[in-house]
């Protein structure tokens, strides 16, 4: 892998930066065309402009993620099952009708990173080709233009939110939290809108409607300055403001302003959730090279207490799902056996998904359903259906087998630790690349 400093230098030359052109002072061998006064001045460049030189080049590499992306409507076939070679869940919603939406990245965690939506009118017994694609990479640019990071989300209104993310080689330290929006995700043809850009960074999962009306988005800004060349750090400017943010809108979505932010001192992909608690405060868990951290707002998210380590629940450096259910409870899917716990030896914990219920506000948690005992499991999000159904969304073997997989299940499952409830099921197939699963099977089974 180039290096940091190699990496800047092949840009800086793509960009017509001919600090390495010439020593300082030397003569070009040809005379025509003759460089620029400007080109002319680089070759004198001293080290200190050198750098901010290639910061230059950087940003202007970078600001190809703030041209608006194009919405792939129609996909087929390149992007059809069989010839798909990766498979990183992102998220799964219903709308008002039933219909199932499930959305994953596609080519690789990392630059190549596209993502796919694919939908479900059978309750998920079967799933559609891929309907949308997010795909924004151009052979001719530079570095490649990512969409790694998103959630699907139906609004109170019934309308399908994609939000996603759009950034340069993974992270370029900036980002851009965009959406698209389907007014009627039960139509037999699927109308999106023109994707909006709404503010910087990138946002993992579902959206929260507090008591008030006000709606919550996890947005985050890594407190990484970037990945790759990026990580000489481009946009200082934005340093006060990265962590675990939260944006807020008080008209249905029109508008969202930004309120307040957890930063943390391990920090890593903050991948934040929260749910609001009965008397109206914010409870919200975030990823750390340590774990999960606890903050806590009694402002609508404006200030945020010091994080610390939440009561008894032990996760590795993975996502999680958070929410509150119909009945009050609160659900929380992690992995490991045991709330306390988890496989610390077996893919550095990533096993054992494991549903739990909470009546006291996550102080103590109950049930410990396994939704999936496999290595290499990761990455819940999930709904509640009217009928009191969860539905948890996740991945496998990313890499090698890429599979997409949901479970369905009840409160009354978790409690028992097992399937009880009638329409139950788990480790439902929604899709196995078909470049990885040459000979995988029609029927909706698991290997």
């Known amino acids: 892998m180039n290096s940091p400093r190699l990496s800047i230098l092949i840009l800086s030359a793509i960009f017509a930066l001919p600090l390495l ?9 040809v005379a025509e065309p003759p460089l620029s006064a400007e080109e002319t001045a680089l070759l004198q460049a001293g080290p200190d402009e050198a750098l901010e030189r290639e910061r230059a080049a950087l940003r202007a590499v970078a600001d190809l993620a703030l041209l608006p992306p194009r919405l792939n409507t129609d996909p087929l076939p390149d992007y059809a099952v069989e010839n798909l070679d990766y498979g990183m869940t992102i998220g799964i919603e219903r ?24 939908q479900s009118d059978d309750d998920g017994e079967s799933w559609s080709e891929p309907v949308l694609v997010i795909d924004t990479r151009e052979a001719h640019h530079p570095l490649p233009r990512s969409v790694i990071v998103g959630n699907l989300w139906c609004d109170p209104l019934g309308r399908l939110w994609i939000f996603f993310d759009q950034t340069m080689n993974h992270w370029d330290g ?3 939290l965009w959406f698209t929006r389907c007014d009627d995700p039960d139509a037999d043809e699927l109308v999106w809108t023109e994707p909006r850009r709404l503010w910087h960074g990138s946002a993992l999962n579902k959206p929260i409607v507090l008591s008030n009306g006000d709606w919550i988005l996890f947005a985050q800004l890594l407190q990484n300055p970037g990945i790759g060349p990026f990580s000489i750090g481009v946009f200082p400017e934005l340093d006060p403001w990265r962590g675990a943010n939260i944006l807020a809108s008080s008209d249905q979505g029109e508008t969202w302003e930004l309120r ?16 609001e608690k009965k008397d109206g405060s914010l409870w919200m868990l975030a990823r750390t090279s340590d774990g999960p951290r606890l ?8 200030t945020w207490s010091e994080p610390v380590e939440p009561p008894r629940i032990q996760h590795p450096v993975a996502r ?3 929410r509150k259910l119909a009945s009050g409870r609160w659900l929380l899917v992690k992995h490991g056996a045991e709330i306390d716990d988890f ?13 739990w219920l909470s009546e006291d506000e996550g102080q103590t948690w109950k049930g410990g359903l396994i939704l999936d005992e496999r ?10 259906a009217p009928d009191g159904s969860i539905y948890i969304s996740y991945d496998w073997n990313r890499s090698s087998k890429g599979h997409i997989l949901f479970a369905k299940f009840t409160e009354e499952d978790i409690l028992a630790a097992k399937l009880v409830s009638p329409g139950s099921r788990l480790q439902q197939v929604i899709v196995k690349p078909g470049k990885l699963n040459p000979a995988a099977d029609k029927n909706n089974e698991p290997e």
């Open 295 to 302: 903050s806590e707002s009694s402002d609508g998210g404006r």
């Open 320 to 322: 999680l799902h958070l």
């Open 343 to 355: 496989e610390r030896k077996r893919g550095r914990g990533r096993s054992h998904l494991s549903a």
């Open 174 to 176: 900036r980002g851009g």
């Open 21 to 29: 052109a010439a020593p300082p002072g030397a003569a070009a061998e």
């Open 95 to 118: 709308t008002p009708k039933g219909r199932l939406f499930a959305a994953w990245i596609g080519g690789e965690d990392g630059p190549e990173a596209h993502m796919i939506v694919s």
């Open 375 to 384: 290595a290499t499991v990761s990455y819940p999000d999930g709904f509640q």
């Open 260 to 275: 307040g932010r957890v930063t943390h001192e391990r920090h890593n992909w903050p991948e934040h959730i929260g749910v």
